[in-house]
């Protein structure tokens, strides 16, 4: 059964408590944690101060996406804010500093994960598989909300499924861009577990009805 992890990228930041609240009385699974530097991507978005307000409001798994430059540099504060997964992009630092920064996350007691931009191919997750607990794979270009599914990111995700199941098979594998009603069956059937979806879950009319689309076995 697929996760859910809604992304407060999406949500009304003048009624944060109250949408969080939304994902956990829809049956969400974790809360989706956009971090944006604008030096990695273009844009700027939210930080430790608001991850440390969000930890004290729920329970739920929060899953920290870190659109930033160089993230071995806070991923300690990242962790004692209270995030339970960690994800860094594979194109944000050297080879070594990543995998530096992978096993750091571990060693301080929290899931660590890998980032994939659009353009950068499955095969450069491959010196990190056996460190991860989590693959994203991206579907729009990072840095911005509300962007078009891209489709032609599947067989990326189902690559990266046959070498995480040759590899690190308890690894888990996430989507992240564009997911709707629509394009979250395609995503499951090439090997996704983990979809995170912002506008689509948001604006949904019945937001517990778009949690259990998504549950749904492909």
Do not use: Y
Not at 13 to 33: K, M, N, P, Q, T
Not at 50 to 62: A, C, E, F, M, N
Not at 77 to 106: M, P
């Amino acid at each position: 059964m697929a996760r859910i992890a809604p992304s407060i990228l999406s949500a009304d930041f003048a009624w944060l408590a109250r949408d969080i609240r939304s994902i956990e009385e829809s049956g969400g699974d974790w809360v989706h944690f956009d971090v944006m530097d604008g030096i990695f991507v273009p844009n700027i978005s939210i930080g430790i101060p608001v991850l440390q307000s969000v930890r004290k409001i729920t329970r739920l798994p929060l899953d920290v996406h870190l659109m930033i430059d160089r993230p071995i540099r806070l991923a300690d504060r990242f962790v004692k804010a209270g995030a339970d997964w960690l994800c860094i992009h594979a194109e944000s630092d050297t080879e070594e500093n990543t995998l530096a920064c992978l096993r750091r996350i571990r060693a301080l007691g929290c899931k660590s994960a890998l980032a994939l931009k659009p353009g950068t191919p499955a095969q450069a997750a491959e010196p990190f598989l056996r460190d991860c607990d989590m693959i994203l794979v991206m579907t729009v270009e990072p840095g911005f909300g509300g962007q078009e599914f891209m489709a032609d990111m599947m067989p990326k995700l189902r690559q990266l499924r046959h070498m995480l199941d040759r590899e690190n098979p308890g690894c888990l594998l996430e989507v992240d861009g564009g997911v709707n009603d629509r394009t979250q069956a395609i995503c499951k059937a090439h090997g996704a577990q983990v979809l995170v979806a912002g506008s689509a879950f948001f604006r949904a009319p019945d937001r517990k009805a778009f949690v259990r689309l998504i549950r749904e076995e492909p």
